[in-house]
């Protein structure tokens, strides 16, 4: 009995001892998947297993990961003519894991909370708890550091897209190749308009706030489908190195107060884009084919953009096919500042676009600049003769011609592509 409770006695106070032993030696750092440094720590990790290790110099000088674990994240693209593409992405699954990073071990451990789930968005609540001796604890700044700095060099150059989860704002797929702003030819002036008025308006915070301006931007491009205002607002983007946040006013679970939340927590250095805006509020009642009614009304629609809830330092973009669908409340002044018609092919927006692919390239093929001048114009007088007709081409269809025919051929079928519209005001 004496034995039994003194080996009892000896166990606790071993646990005693290694818990105050562990209190003072070891310093534990947690990151929930609220946090961004969640995805980054993630993707550093899964970036430091990838690359293979040599010898024992990379466990000094370059960090170390062991993982057997490993969970799979992916990300499906849906495009609009029914294709998909999907990316995989490997990543420290839930249990323990060991890392070296300039010479101190640290434990992973990455834990999910399965029985319950975050409120808005339904993902279940994670956490990564980072562990190592108390010494070694002003290494976690760095390696968040580094993780973040990696996140940012996989983006830098590229456009990210963000989509709506809940009330949050993800990235979503790939960061995406910046398109430069001159390969989408518009009508002359138009994009320096806007690109001036965006430019000035961020030049301009201080003067908003000295005469109690909200501080916000709205923009209205409209014009028939496939004159270039999606192809354009992404360039902008692009030259300005924001971001571009899609709203989808249609979403199911989309409700006026999470319209509210989303507005007011935009990322920074992002362009809020809502397509079809016609599509959403033709009537004051937005309605699905399949009977689906909105949750987002018209009225919290515009209280989302300029009422008392609605935040500042945002730049809104909206695009529409037909303006005239729209109702006069939503594109006022103060929710609309800009608006820009977007049309289709005008005579010299058919020749830039010309010479921009056959310039260099049919070159090769025994086209010389006289030619290519030559035919360029020809292209031009056939639009202006059509416009007179009534039949207008779109951007997007001369593109598609460019990329099938060399000169000649595109020239000679180009004629086929025009159609009988109502010519808008250029």
Known sequence: MALGVGLTALRQGAVLGTTALRRRLLVSLEINNKDK??????????????????????????????SHQLSVETTVEQRKNGSSSAAFKLVAGPGNHYINYKGAWMQVKRERETRSMQLMSGVPWETVTLTTLSRDQNLFPQLLSEARELAMRGQEGKLVIHTAWGIEWRPFGQPRQKRPIQSVVLEPGVAQRIESDIKTFLERRQWYADRGIPYRRGYLLHGPPGSGKTSFIQALAGSLSYDICLLN???RGLADDKLFHLLSNVPERSFVLVEDVDAAFNKRVQTSEDGYQSSVTFSGFLNAL???????ERIIFMTTNHVEKLDPALIRPGRVDISELINDASPKQARILFERFYGEGERVAGISNKEVEKISEQL??????EMQNG????????QGLFIRNNAQEAI???RDLFTTRTIAPL
């Open 37 to 66: 440094s969640y995805e980054w720590f993630l993707a550093w990790m899964a970036h430091q297993a990838g690359e293979p290790s040599k010898g024992n110099v990379a466990l000094r000088s370059a960090p170390w990961v062991r």
């Open 249 to 251: 006013l249609s979403e």
């Open 412 to 414: 000679a079928t180009c």
């Open 306 to 312: 300029d009422g008392v809830a609605s935040g500042e």
């Open 391 to 398: 039949r207008r081409i779109s951007m997007a269809a001369l």
């Open 380 to 385: 031009e007088n056939i639009v202006h003769d």
